[in-house]
């Protein structure tokens, strides 16, 4: 069976966007993949955190996954920094990864700009993320568009290390859910819903109070356009509502468009209201029920496991390939 894998940073909670354009992706690619879903926490060291912060956010971010229905049974679930392999494997790939390439990364122009003091992890954060997509054959990587360029320069790397010293990795693709798949801002609907937004209006997390959410929806940015129709382009607030009503749902765009036939703005964000509502009244519940539960720890212990065999080997191979063994 072909590999799945994904990973998300723990830099802020968890929002509705990672919900709809991860999680709720890998659970409907269960069972047509082998699946790996982490927790991307070295990923996160790359800019400042508070490490008590960060150290909690870790495993809300697994009970979490449990929480949005991802069966433990039937995708490896880990850390990524119980795994030793992954970074030891990152530095075998970083000096078989040119620096023009590294720093070519849309990302590492945009981060370093920002900040003139960003440091030297924040250029090698993308081999980094090749070692974590490479060490175990990923066939097919699902990210959002701006990680687009790293999935590429893993198999770019992973293809030139094949060239050089044999046949090792599999050539990863980049899976990009076009529709439905991006979750934008509520109050600036042109920019993603982002975890480490400031404006917090404008972003839902999995764990908002449902009520605060709700009052989230009735506050969303619209258009003047009076009409409900599932158009990006021209009503962007509209469209962004509709796939957020469709994915948490299940039901499709154009039967909720002619539901509302004819209906205002008002009754269509009432319906969106309820329904990310319930949604998080539900999750939430069983949220709670997993956290109080030593299930987070006998998980990422199967995932550690099974996971450092892989990387272990993988480490193995390709020291050997590289002249660096015993
Ligand atoms: N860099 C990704 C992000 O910021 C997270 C990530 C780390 C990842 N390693 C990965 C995603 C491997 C997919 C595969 O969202």
Redo the contacts with the bound molecule.
Sequence with gaps: MKRV?????P?GDLTLGNYIGSIKLMKDLEGKYESYL?V?DL?ALTVPNDPVLLHERIKKFIGMYIACGIDPTKHVIYL?SENAYIPAISWLLECSTYYGEASRMIQFKEKSKQNANFTVGLLT??V??AS??LYCD?DL????I??KQ??EL?RDIADRFNKRFGEVFTLPDVYINEHGAKIYDLQDPTKKMSKTEENPKGVISLFDDPEVAKSKIMKATTDSLATIKYDPENQPGISNLLTIASSLSNEDIDSIVNKFEGKGYGDFKKYVAEIVGNFLTDIQSKYNDIINSNKVDEILDNGKEITTKLAKDKYEKLSKMMGVYR
């Design positions: 894998l994904t990973g998300l940073k830099t982490f991307a990923h990524q954060y993308p980094l993320m974590d997509i990923a990587v699902p990210v959002g701006d990680q790293h999935v893993a």
